[in-house]
Structures are given as structure tokens and as C-alpha cells.
T-cell receptor, first 116, second 112 residues
Framework: EAEVAQSPRYKITEKSQAVAFWCDPI?????LYWYRQILGQGPELLVQ????????DSQLPKDRFSAERLKGVDSTLKIQPAELGDSAMYLC??????????????FGPGTRLTVL | DAKTTQPTSMDCAEGRAANLPCNHS???????VYWYRQIHSQGPQYIIH???NNETNEMASLIITEDRKSSTLILPHATLRDTAVYYC?????????????FGSGTQLTVLP
């Protein structure tokens, strides 16, 4: 069964350092999402791509966060500089364009970021 | 998207049915009910969705009341691996593939 891949699974960094997370969606899925999940809360969207274009980045802290999906396939989320409050799980999800009006999203295992 | 209300936590004995309620009293006529679950340290997993009719798949059953103001997710024979946070999400069908808006969910603990 096809899955969304993410790496690394865990990342520990010091504040003010740069970190990057990678996501490879399910093959053929044009829509890709990055969510952030703080411990004890549900995931919240950071950025959404349709192919290589950003559809929604209204909740992305653009002073320190950036995301790209250059060829419309895999994607990278970067934080520079990292702050203590960035400690969270970063989840990638994808959705098939064949899904029609259904909104089933498929999530990767996430990257657990700890900022010291 | 309509707001949902779920209990914070529930326990269920292994092998018994787990019935997870969700209240969505402000749901509109064309909004769907989705259920996802998140096992500890993993990404959320789609379970099932429905509009007005009851739905069943290999994972669970979804029972939606006739007035659509509430629903129940049923895991017919809960196992220890079903211990997870279960999220009920109500949303319009969207060809634009908008984000999912998660609440706090219900922590289901299956007890041996």
C-alpha cells in the first residue's frame, strides 16, 4: 500500500539553528499539505500545495518558515532560525486529484522536532 | 465547517464494541462527517466518512442520526491497537481540497 514518506522521524536542534524536513507524497497525489501538531492538540495547517504552487500559506510564519515543492512531487519545509516554541510534530499529508469531492487525506508518520 | 463536540476520553474493554460519539448540531445539509484517528507518535489515519446514510467499511461503522446533529463511530471488536485519539470532522465537500480542521478529539483507551 502506498504511503507518504517523511524524514527525518526525529530531529533535535538548538534554537537559532536551521532545520529542514522532507516529504514524499503518494505517487500521483497533486495536493500536498504540511501540518504542525503541538502536543495535546490536533494538527493545524501550515501550507498547502497544488502541484508546485502554494494554495494556502496564510498560517505559515513566513519570517522563519519556508516551504517548496519545486517539481510538484516531493516537498521541503524549512525553519530558520528555530525557536523553542517550534517544538512540535510536523506532519505531511497528500490527497489524490481523483478524490473528487471527498477530502480524504493520507498522512505520513511525521517529524518530531525538539528545539533546545 | 461546523463545530464538533467530542468527549475528552473513553475506555473500552478489549473485544467489546467501542462507541465514540460526536455532536455536530450546527451541521448544514451538504456537510460530510469524517472520522480520523491518530495512534501515538503516528500521523492521522482516515477511518470513514458519510453524509446521511450509515456507512460501514473494514475498519468501522458510522451511524448518523436522522437529524444529522450527531453521529457515532463504532469499532465492533476493539483491540489494544485501537487505542488512539479519534477525531470527528465536519466539512463541506470541496474540490479545492481545503485543509482538515482538527479539534481535540477523543482519547480511546482499550483495556485488556
Amino acid at each position: 500500500e502506498a504511503e507518504v514518506a517523511q524524514s527525518p522521524r526525529y530531529k533535535i536542534t538548538e534554537k537559532s539553528q536551521a532545520v529542514a524536513f522532507w516529504c514524499d507524497p503518494i505517487s500521483g497525489h497533486a495536493t500536498l499539505y504540511w501540518y504542525r501538531q503541538i502536543l495535546g492538540q490536533g494538527p493545524e495547517l501550515l501550507v498547502q500545495f497544488q502541484d508546485e504552487s502554494v494554495v494556502d500559506d496564510s498560517q505559515l510564519p513566513k519570517d522563519r518558515f519556508s516551504a517548496e515543492r519545486l517539481k510538484g512531487v516531493d516537498s521541503t519545509l524549512k525553519i530558520q532560525p528555530a525557536e523553542l516554541g517550534d517544538s512540535a510534530m510536523y506532519l505531511c499529508a497528500s490527497r489524490s486529484t481523483l478524490a473528487g469531492l471527498t477530502d480524504t487525506q493520507y498522512f505520513g508518520p511525521g517529524t518530531r522536532l525538539t528545539v533546545l | 465547517d461546523a463545530k464538533t463536540t467530542q468527549p475528552t476520553s473513553m475506555d473500552c474493554a478489549e473485544g467489546r464494541a467501542a462507541n465514540l460519539p460526536c455532536n455536530h448540531s450546527t451541521i448544514s445539509g451538504n456537510e460530510y462527517v469524517y472520522w480520523y484517528r491518530q495512534i501515538h507518535s503516528q500521523g492521522p489515519q482516515y477511518i470513514i466518512h458519510g453524509l446521511k446514510n450509515n456507512e460501514t467499511n473494514e475498519m468501522a461503522s458510522l451511524i448518523i442520526t436522522e437529524d444529522r446533529k450527531s453521529s457515532t463511530l463504532i469499532l465492533p471488536h476493539a483491540t489494544l491497537r485501537d487505542t488512539a485519539v479519534y477525531y470527528c470532522i465536519v466539512r463541506l465537500p470541496s474540490g479545492s481540497a481545503r485543509q482538515l480542521t482538527f479539534g481535540s478529539g477523543t482519547q480511546l483507551t482499550v483495556l485488556p
